[in-house]
């Protein structure tokens, strides 16, 4: 039988491959910068990455949370534990709106023209600054 922090620590690396998973689909689809159709899709993949980061942190830190796709509301119950994270991420907010609001016609933001490759690189940031937080602890 597993010990608590093991069973912990396995289900924060299941959040982590399945982020890993969503960032791997955002910059394979980057990659084909011939079809602007896929900015959107790219987005979301960045924020569904973003937000599993964020949530494998909770886990860890046995930080209980709503299910939401808000990033900001998530940082801020990152900020209970470690308020400098939560001020490094502040930036990824901008990634919320394409969880849900982005995935039909005529809702959410328009990803700009050539604006994917910032946000592969944002959805980046979030995880090698949300490992070496955990690595730090």
């Given at each position: 039988?597993k010990?608590?922090?093991?069973?912990r620590?396995?289900?924060?690396?299941?959040?982590?491959?399945?982020?890993?998973?969503?960032?791997?689909?955002?910059e394979?689809l980057?990659?084909?910068?011939?079809?602007?159709?896929?900015s959107?899709?790219?987005a979301?993949?960045?924020q569904q990455?973003?937000?599993k980061y964020l949530?494998a942190f909770?886990?860890?830190h046995?930080?209980?949370?709503?299910?939401t796709?808000d990033?900001e509301r998530?940082?801020?119950l990152?900020?209970?534990?470690?308020?400098?994270?939560?001020?490094?991420l502040r930036?990824a907010?901008?990634l919320?709106?394409?969880?849900v609001?982005g995935r039909?016609?005529?809702?959410g933001?328009?990803?700009?023209i050539?604006?994917?490759s910032?946000?592969?690189?944002l959805a980046?940031?979030v995880?090698?600054?949300?490992?070496?937080?955990?690595d730090?602890?």
């Amino acid at each position: 039988m597993k010990r608590p922090d093991e069973e912990r620590l396995a289900f924060v690396d299941q959040w982590l491959r399945k982020a890993d998973a969503d960032l791997i689909a955002a910059e394979r689809l980057q990659s084909d910068d011939d079809d602007a159709r896929l900015s959107e899709v790219i987005a979301f993949h960045c924020q569904q990455a973003t937000e599993k980061y964020l949530k494998a942190f909770l886990v860890w830190h046995k930080v209980e949370f709503p299910k939401t796709h808000d990033l900001e509301r998530l940082r801020h119950l990152v900020s209970s534990v470690n308020r400098e994270l939560s001020e490094l991420l502040r930036i990824a907010d901008v990634l919320t709106p394409f969880g849900v609001d982005g995935r039909y016609p005529g809702d959410g933001p328009e990803v700009p023209i050539g604006g994917e490759s910032e946000l592969v690189e944002l959805a980046r940031f979030v995880r090698t600054t949300v490992a070496a937080a955990l690595d730090s602890n």
